[in-house]
């Protein structure tokens, strides 16, 4: 029974250590893709073709 526990506990260890450092890289993917879609956004604002079509729609 004790190396069921043992067992379980480095399990759920190794598996948080794998989603953190998952999330860790994909933190700043998902930070610059945030970025660009903003900037992306200000300079359709901003831009002024005369199109009158609403800004968020790509």
């Known amino acids: 029974m004790f190396w069921k526990i043992v067992l379980a506990?480095?399990?759920?260890?190794i598996?948080?250590?794998v989603?953190?450092?998952l999330i860790?890289?994909?933190?700043?993917v998902l930070v610059v893709g945030a970025v660009v879609f903003g900037a992306?956004?200000?300079y359709k604002?901003?831009?002024g073709s005369?199109?009158?079509s609403d800004i968020t729609r790509l």
């Open 15 to 17: 598996a948080l250590a």
């Open 9 to 13: 506990i480095v399990l759920i260890w």
């Open 50 to 52: 005369g199109e009158k």
């Open 19 to 21: 989603v953190g450092a």
């Open 24 to 28: 860790e890289g994909l933190f700043w």
């Open 45 to 47: 604002a901003m831009s």
């Open 40 to 42: 992306y956004l200000l």
